[in-house]
């Protein structure tokens, strides 16, 4: 029945003549669960599509979307658009108000829909220099701000129906779907145009390869619904039948976790990396025997390779690891969580083999916001799994390594272009392969590995290449390491600067009784952290050749995020960004 589904809102009504879930969508509210029907998400969908028609919404309108945290009504508000042919410009919460100004404006936005009083005060703050925008809604009641249901109001009218499903009848699988602004690691943000096609067929092929599925009844939703990971992954599940429950923030996920005992979810690396310290804490605190089985265990973990190429003996360890140890890590992420796919950034192959032998099997895939996204994933059935990889592209989508090394891709999930950019477009399109702007190779065996980021590998004085993100990913299995950049680019040397993970090395102070005081700007300043922090960078530094290898640090007082923009949305350093900040830190380590 698939190929009925050309366009993203099909989904939606796919679920219901083939599932009629009683939770389709699940958004926890005044600490309660509120389920919403397969019926209840077309029926709304469709008052709201009435509304926006009364609002004089026309198709080729673009409608901003913004929200702190995944929930219903962006579901809702999402269908609601694309069924008359208007174009969904979601965006990220966290952005800066000159970015909105610039989004808004490029898109020229005719409407925007957002969850909260924060949110309004910066999009009301720009409001009046954008000559677009008619009118901010909010799915909150909000002081000042015209609250969303005021759309449904508008689309009782029943007689409008007609219309929309005319307008509907009329959107192509070629038509443009929605514009993603990528907030990239330098420059202003680029509009990516996705199809309806693009987007459809990207759920399909990976939905052809994910055998799992089908024995998934929910999946709990917290990354970025704005960014086409988790989107898409959104139309995969109503696709799938299986309901989507809507974490609350990422402060809360341990509770939600525990609620809802999803089979399924996405994670990035920094949330894998951050269950991981928390749990080997957990190990640290223990005593006696039971620390030794905890570290025993890890131990196991860290030395699995799948398809039992370990042996016998190493599997029975490894049965006698998960009945003590690994069972109660699975418990505490809600029992039945045994299958979590990542992407985004890379992710430190340690990760995998420990949370994959505790049996939560970490899939790794890749690809762009350009590529709808995914290109490649691993895959534990017929042997496409391989720890360390991206897995091996999927079906109808093709990869080849250009002779600089940089992964060029080709499909129908590669986007139609940047919107307003033909320059930008002509610069990755050659012919119908996309430059991905990242450096990989292909195995003997077909899996694909990233090797680092094409615009980001550099070369000293001496001549020599560095790939700083391998380097930066080494040194963050350092629980003193939250965050790293490497620096040295037409420099004698490599060198790093620094977040230390402000939490963990507080611990460590007390641990040893240092006297340094306890704040970041002291711990930054210590001599004593410094050395430590070295020491760990030494350790790292024994997987890389001499020239490669990263010889002095300076460390900063400031904890890097997305609200301070010293990182992107999805949680990468901002290079650019970073360099300007502490160029001070810079000066100082190679003057």
């Known amino acids: 029945m698939s190929a009925e589904i050309t366009r993203i809102f099909d989904f939606a009504y796919y679920q219901l003549d083939n599932f009629d879930l009683s939770k389709a969508l699940v958004t926890k509210k005044s600490g309660q669960w509120e389920a919403t029907s397969s019926k209840e998400f077309i029926s709304k969908a469709n008052i709201v599509s009435r509304g926006l028609l009364a609002l004089g919404v026309k198709p080729g309108d673009k409608i901003a979307l913004i929200s702190s ?78 609250f969303w249901e005021e759309v449904f109001t508008l689309g009782v009218d029943e007689s409008l129906q007609e219309k929309v499903d005319a307008l509907k009848n009329k959107v192509t699988s070629e038509d443009l779907a929605t514009i993603i602004y990528t907030s990239g690691t ?43 990971f988790e989107r898409m992954l959104h139309y995969l599940y109503i696709y799938s039948g299986i309901s989507i429950y809507f974490a609350e923030s990422i402060e809360k996920i341990s509770e939600n976790i525990k609620d809802v005992q999803p089979e399924f979810m996405t994670v990035v690396p920094r949330l894998l990396e951050k269950i991981y310290d928390s749990i080997i804490a957990k190990g ?60 985004s950034a890379a992710l430190q192959p340690r990760l995998t083999r420990v949370f994959t032998a505790a049996g939560m099997r970490i899939l790794e895939g890749y690809g762009l916001t350009e590529t709808s996204p995914v290109i490649s994933v691993n895959l534990f059935e017929g042997g496409n799994f391989k720890v360390g990889t991206v897995g091996k592209t999927i079906p109808n989508v093709e990869v080849k390594i250009a002779e600089d090394g940089e992964i060029m891709a080709k499909g129908p999930n590669v986007m ?49 290449y560095i790939s700083p993100i391998l380097l930066e990913n080494e040194m963050k299995q ?26 963990f090395v507080k611990k460590w102070i007390r641990l040893h009784d240092i006297n340094c005081g306890n704040t970041c700007e002291e711990i930054a300043m210590s001599i004593d952290v410094r050395k430590r922090i070295m ?57």
Not at 479 to 503: C, D, T, W, Y
């Open 69 to 146: 945290a995944n929930r219903t009504e962006w579901n809702i508000m999402d269908l609601a658009i694309l069924q008359i042919g208007a174009i969904n410009v979601p965006i990220y919460p966290t952005i800066s108000e000159s970015d909105y100004k610039y989004i808004f404006n490029h898109a020229e936005v005719k409407y925007c829909f957002l969850s909260d009083v924060e949110l309004f005060e910066k999009a009301n703050a720009i409001q009046d220099e954008v000559k677009s925008l008619k009118r901010i809604y909010s799915f909150e009641k909000i002081k000042d701000c015209a």
């Open 416 to 464: 139609l272009g940047y919107y307003k950019d033909p320059e930008k477009t002509a610069e990755v399109m050659s012919g119908e392969f996309f430059h991905t702007g990242d450096k990989g190779e292909i195995d003997k065996d077909g899996f694909l590995r990233i090797t680092g980021r094409k615009k980001e590998i550099f070369k000293t004085s001496g001549g020599k």
């Open 284 to 343: 640290t605190a223990l005593t006696g025997i039971k620390k030794m089985l905890f570290f025993w265990a890890v131990d196991v973990g860290l030395k699995y390779e799948p398809y039992q190429r370990n042996g016998w003996l190493y599997e029975k360890k490894l049965a006698l690891a998960n009945k003590l140890i690994f069972s109660k890590w699975r418990e505490a992420l809600g029992g039945k969580l045994h299958n979590m796919v990542t992407g």
């Open 535 to 591: 020491e760990e960078i030494h350790h790292g530094n024994e997987q890389f050749g001499k020239w490669e290898a990263i010889k002095t640090i300076e460390i900063t007082p400031d904890i890097w995020s997305v609200e301070n923009d010293l990182l992107t949305p999805t949680f990468k350093p901002k290079r650019e960004v970073i360099l300007k900040k502490y160029k001070h830190l810079y000066d100082k380590i190679y003057s």
């Open 478 to 503: 350092s629980r003193f390491i939250e965050q790293i950049l490497v620096i040295g680019e037409g420099q004698k040397m490599p060198a790093a600067i620094v977040q230390p993970n402000f939490e």
């Open 186 to 228: 330098t420059g202003v943000p680029k509009g990516v145009m996705l199809s309806h096609n693009n987007i459809v067929t990207n759920v399909l092929d990976t939905v052809s390869c994910l055998f799992f599925l089908k024995d998934i009844n929910n999946a709990l939703s917290f990354l970025p619904v704005c960014h086409i």
